[in-house]
């Protein structure tokens, strides 16, 4: 609705005559200047007239009064009014409210979907290591990367989602040099998860390093010899990577991600060289008296980066040059999107601005998506300490609360509790980690994501079954759509529907999954409060009514969809 009043607001800016005729004015500079009033009373859309008098040398209010001159009665509203600097816009409620109801009906699953040029659109996340379990700092970053693939398919793109694993380094020969040390043969079991069993050993390498400091010429020697293809070496390094691969792949599925392709940096390390060393006879590259190469990047606010050693191995941000030449080779790319901690602004910033310079990419075609840290209530997490959250401890954890929360509500079977309340532990991390701005730090709090009532994924949930019981409590089927005179919860109901797509757009635009949480808060909050004062079944409203509900739970169901969490007929 936004996008239709902008037209029409730059076409009456338009005709003005002067003084106002030699000012342009963009459909997206009106868009954005749109406003909600805080009152139904007061219009559903507002112009403030005041962001054009410091151009046009007019006051606000006779701005306003000459753009509603020129207006007219346009189609789809039904009045028009001026209040001060304000032009305030009334939307004809029974018109809209037949469109969108029957254009939710006819689209369903795909109300809301972008009809964007399509792009080929590669997403790489995780990204994890292979010393330890996945976490919940790599749970932010899945469902962050899950949520906005879907987000960018529901725009038009194809999406390519990748996974860089680092399974290669000094962190990887700490958990391998510990296992050879203390590990006495032991194995994974049904007590003990195998990417578990992986960190517990890195994390016991941490500890015994506080001890003995000569385990870092140790652990450097293991790397050493994974260089040069030491059998023995090579041989454990393959053994507890597959038992870290195993436990990812579990927590993968278990969590709902999959990946299209997965890339391996032990394939890729070295493979960035060639490039740095072109790079240095077309005088891109310097090289230093000692044989390293580094680049000069002070004009940029970088710094002096180097990109070889001395001894001609590469650096992290040499083989991510080898391999986004390879992505972009492989996939013929649009466009590239990292999703990582926000502590890696600075290596992406480095590694875009050597890709440009390389002519490999540009600055429209690659994005870093860096996202804030997760804590818990009690403060931050260490690897190294052993003191963060394992993903599959804290699904569990979440899993066990609405067990109990389910228990109170029905009594279902054991195998329907199991599978429910996994629906429902999923719900609550992933909502309650894409809810807040990706850019700001978080605070997860278990029992606080769980709770079926607030700004939970669960709730959503809630709200959306219940949408389904009072639809399968109708006597009729197929209820042909009527519409009525509407009441303002009716209205409110109704206007937050028609917004969707504008939330849709404003998501693809920012690569932000809470915009859609939050537009599903608000339309769950509603519905409620819409059931709550309007009696639905039996009403002389009731055609009416349950066309609204249908349409309420489709695009509850859409927003769920494009935050990867699963809908469920019964709570």
């Given at each position: ?7 029409i607001?730059k076409?009456?800016?338009?005709e ?12 997206e ?8 009033p805080?009152s ?6 507002a112009?403030?007239c ?13 701005i306003a009064?000459a753009?509603?001159a020129k ?6 509203f ?22 969108i ?13 972008n ?12 990204s994890p ?7 919940l700092?790599?749970?932010r970053?899945?469902a962050?990367?899950?949520?906005v693939?879907?987000?960018l398919e529901f725009?038009?793109?194809?999406v ?5 694993n680092?399974?290669?380094g000094?962190?990887?020969?700490k ?8 590990g006495k ?6 007590k ?16 015994k390093?506080?001890?003995?400091k ?8 293991m790397?050493r010899?994974?260089?040069?293809g030491?059998?023995?070496?090579i ?15 579990k ?8 990946h ?25 590259f ?15 606010g970088?710094?002096k980066?180097y ?9 992290y941000v040499?083989?991510d040059?080898?391999?986004a030449?390879?992505k972009?080779?492989?996939?013929s790319l649009?466009?590239?999107i ?5 502590e ?10 050597l ?10 075609n690659l994005?870093?998506l ?12 260490k ?9 599959d401890?804290?699904i569990e954890?979440v ?11 029905q ?15 999923l ?10 701005d ?19 994924g ?18 009729q089927k ?17 206007k ?9 757009s ?7 999954p ?8 608000q339309l ?11 009696p639905?079944l ?9 066309g ?5 739970q ?5 927003t ?12």
């Amino acid at each position: 609705m936004k996008k239709i009043l902008s037209k029409i607001l730059k076409k009456a800016i338009e005709e003005l005559e002067e003084p106002f005729a030699k000012f342009e004015f963009s459909l997206e500079e009106i868009e954005s200047k749109i406003e909600i009033p805080p009152s139904i009373e007061m219009g559903d859309f507002a112009f403030p007239c005041f962001v054009l008098a410091s151009k046009l040398k007019s006051a606000p209010h006779d701005i306003a009064l000459a753009l509603r001159a020129k207006i007219g009665q346009p189609k789809k509203f039904s009045d028009i009014q001026t209040s001060g600097a304000y032009l305030n816009f009334f939307i004809d409620r029974k018109s809209l409210a037949l469109n969108i109801l029957k254009e939710i009906e006819k689209q369903k699953d795909n109300f809301g979907r972008n009809q964007i040029p399509p792009e080929k659109i590669m997403v790489e996340f995780p990204s994890p290591n292979t010393n330890k379990p996945l976490h919940l700092g790599h749970l932010r970053n899945m469902a962050i990367g899950e949520s906005v693939s879907r987000i960018l398919e529901f725009s038009n793109a194809k999406v390519i989602r990748v996974n860089l694993n680092n399974d290669r380094g000094i962190h990887i020969c700490k958990s391998m040099l510990a296992y050879s040390k203390w590990g006495k043969n032991k194995k994974p079991s049904k007590k003990i998860k195998s990417d578990k069993l992986v960190g517990d050993f890195y994390v016991m390498f941490n500890n015994k390093l506080k001890k003995n400091k000569d385990l870092e010429i140790e652990v450097h020697e293991m790397l050493r010899k994974w260089e040069a293809g030491d059998k023995k070496t090579i041989a454990l390094w393959k053994k507890m990577n597959k038992w870290a691969f195993d436990g990812f792949k579990k927590t993968y599925q278990n969590f709902g991600i999959k990946h299209d392709r997965e890339y391996f940096e032990s394939e890729i390390y070295t493979k960035g060289r060639e490039i740095i060393i072109k790079g240095v006879e077309q005088n891109l590259f310097q090289k230093e008296s000692d044989g390293a190469v580094s680049v000069d990047l002070e004009e940029q606010g970088l710094g002096k980066k180097y990109l070889l050693r001395a001894d001609g191995t590469s650096v992290y941000v040499t083989q991510d040059i080898y391999l986004a030449q390879k992505k972009f080779k492989d996939f013929s790319l649009n466009k590239s999107i990292y999703i990582t901690g926000n502590e890696q602004i600075y290596h992406f910033a480095v590694l875009f601005y050597l890709l440009e310079k390389l002519r490999i990419g540009n600055a429209e075609n690659l994005f870093h998506l860096s996202y804030g840290m997760v804590n818990l209530p009690e403060g931050k997490m260490k690897s190294r300490e052993g003191t963060v959250v394992d993903a599959d401890d804290l699904i569990e954890k979440v899993q066990n609360l609405g067990k109990k929360e389910l228990k109170t509500r029905q009594k279902i079977s054991k195998r329907e509790l199991e599978k429910r309340s996994l629906q429902i532990a999923l719900a609550a991390i992933k909502y309650m980690l894409l809810k807040v701005d990706i850019k700001k730090d978080t605070v997860f709090n278990p029992k606080e994501s769980i709770s079926f009532e607030g700004d939970t994924g669960p709730y959503i949930q809630y709200t959306y079954a219940r949408a389904n019981s009072i639809l399968k409590k109708a006597k009729q089927k197929n209820i042909p759509l009527k519409i009525c005179e509407l009441n303002p919860h009716e209205t409110e109901l109704i206007k937050k529907l028609s917004q969707f797509k504008e939330t849709v757009s404003s998501s693809y635009r920012n690569l932000n999954p809470s915009l859609i949480a939050s537009y599903s808060y608000q339309l769950a909050q509603l519905f409620n409060e819409f059931y709550h004062c309007c009696p639905v079944l039996g009403d002389k409203k009731e055609k009416f009514r349950l066309g609204l509900v249908n349409a309420t739970q489709q695009v509850l169901k859409n927003t769920l969809y494009l935050l990867g969490i699963e809908a469920i007929r019964e709570m």
